[in-house]
């Protein structure tokens, strides 16, 4: 915070960024779908910027949702449901997705698919191309789920004491209690 009191605008626009990493994440997934599907011209400069520049995306918004993702900001109170308890029995898939997430083997199972999909690419059939995109696709529902589980994280089942679920979410604390009545 600067002398005046004032927030840095480094600083706004990191927690700004944070807030909608998710949202980055998903359209930057989208892009580079896009981009091994219908590649740019080879040789050309774009070919070899926007790969680039999509990549970069990627991981700074990744890293600003990770630092973001440890507490809830005043966006994310506002655009807290009024019926929490009601949008978390909707969502149990998506908070199974995340816990199945927090487990390794699931994970590195997931990634061997996520990568060795790409040999699909390199067939160059249309087949091929469809069981591609469809894997990568998945990583969107993933951080939706991420993302929910996130918000909704007190009504989990899973996370609560008698979920039931053994594993744990490396999730960012959420609020006290009685910080949520303030909303
Ligand atoms: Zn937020
Ligand atoms: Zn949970």
Same mark, same amino acid.
């Given at each position: 915070?600067?002398?005046? /009191?004032?927030?840095?605008?480094?600083?706004?626009?990191?927690?700004?960024?944070?807030?909608?990493?998710?949202?980055?994440?998903?359209?930057?997934?989208?892009?580079?779908?896009?981009?091994?599907?219908?590649?740019?011209? #080879?040789?050309?400069?774009?070919?070899?910027?926007?790969?680039?520049?999509?990549?970069? *995306?990627?991981? $700074?918004?990744?890293?600003?949702?990770? &630092?973001?993702?440890?507490?809830?900001? =005043?966006?994310?109170?506002?655009?807290?449901?009024?019926?929490? #308890? =009601? &949008?978390?029995?909707?969502?149990?898939?998506? *908070?199974? %997705? $995340?816990? #199945? /997430?927090?487990?390794?083997?699931?994970?590195? /199972?997931?990634?061997?698919?996520?990568?060795?999909?790409? %040999? *699909? %690419? *390199?067939?160059?059939?249309?087949?091929?191309?469809?069981?591609?995109?469809?894997? &990568?696709?998945?990583?969107?529902?993933?951080?939706?789920?991420?993302? $929910?589980?996130?918000?909704?994280?007190?009504?989990?089942?899973?996370?609560?004491?008698?979920?039931?679920? +053994? =594993?744990?979410?490396? =999730?960012? +604390?959420?609020?006290?209690?009685?910080?949520? &009545? $303030?909303?």
């Amino acid at each position: 915070m600067n002398l005046d /009191g004032s927030v840095p605008w480094a600083k706004r626009v990191s927690d700004r960024w944070g807030h909608w990493g998710s949202t980055m994440l998903l359209a930057s997934i989208a892009a580079a779908i896009l981009l091994c599907l219908r590649p740019l011209p #080879a040789g050309s400069l774009q070919s070899l910027v926007v790969p680039l520049v999509v990549m970069l *995306f990627v991981v $700074t918004s990744w890293i600003m949702m990770r &630092q973001h993702d440890r507490r809830l900001c =005043e966006h994310c109170m506002a655009a807290m449901p009024l019926n929490p #308890a =009601e &949008q978390a029995t909707r969502y149990r898939l998506r *908070f199974l %997705v $995340t816990h #199945a /997430g927090a487990n390794r083997r699931i994970l590195i /199972g997931y990634l061997v698919v996520l990568f060795g999909s790409n %040999v *699909f %690419v *390199f067939y160059g059939c249309l087949s091929g191309r469809l069981a591609w995109t469809v894997i &990568q696709s998945s990583m969107v529902y993933l951080v939706l789920s991420y993302s $929910t589980h996130r918000r909704l994280q007190p009504w989990c089942p899973w996370c609560s004491d008698d979920g039931g679920g +053994e =594993e744990q979410v490396d =999730e960012p +604390e959420p609020l006290p209690n009685d910080s949520w &009545q $303030t909303v």
